[in-house]
Nanobody, 115 residues
Framework: QVELVESGGGLVQPGGSLRLSCAAS????????MGWYRQAPGKPRELAAR???????DYADSVKGRFTISRDNAKNTVYLQMSSLKPEDTAVYYC?????????WGKGTLVAVSS
């Protein structure tokens, strides 16, 4: 079965950096589009970044230039490098993939940006 396990969240000061990881299993990772979504308190879940199996990446305007998504197909892992973090980046970050129209989610990892 599909399993996605996020790690790397935590408390960071404004302007700081964090790298999130998502370990995937149960499907053919190397051909799968992987996404990082986030959900701030009281707000709907939104896409932050995604990357195709071929390595093409796209980003939400709010994170463009600050976040970088990457993948290591040998490790079945997708990363989200976050820099110049802002308080408004505070959210639970979720890893996602979709198979035959079904979305799969990890349990999420909390990123809190505060001084």
């Amino acid at each position: 079965q599909v399993e996605l396990v996020e790690s790397g969240g935590g408390l960071v000061q404004p302007g700081g950096s964090l790298r999130l990881s998502c370990a995937a299993s149960g499907f053919i990772f190397r051909i799968s589009t992987m996404g990082w979504y986030r959900q701030a308190p009281g707000k709907p879940r939104e896409l932050a970044a995604r990357i195709t199996g071929g390595g093409f990446a796209d980003y939400a305007d709010s994170v463009k230039g600050r976040f970088t998504i990457s993948r290591d197909n040998a490790k079945n892992t997708v990363y989200l490098q976050m820099s110049s973090l802002k308080p408004e980046d505070t959210a639970v970050y979720y890893c996602n993939t979709a198979k035959i129209g079904v979305d799969y989610w990890g349990k999420g990892t909390l990123v809190a940006v505060s001084s």
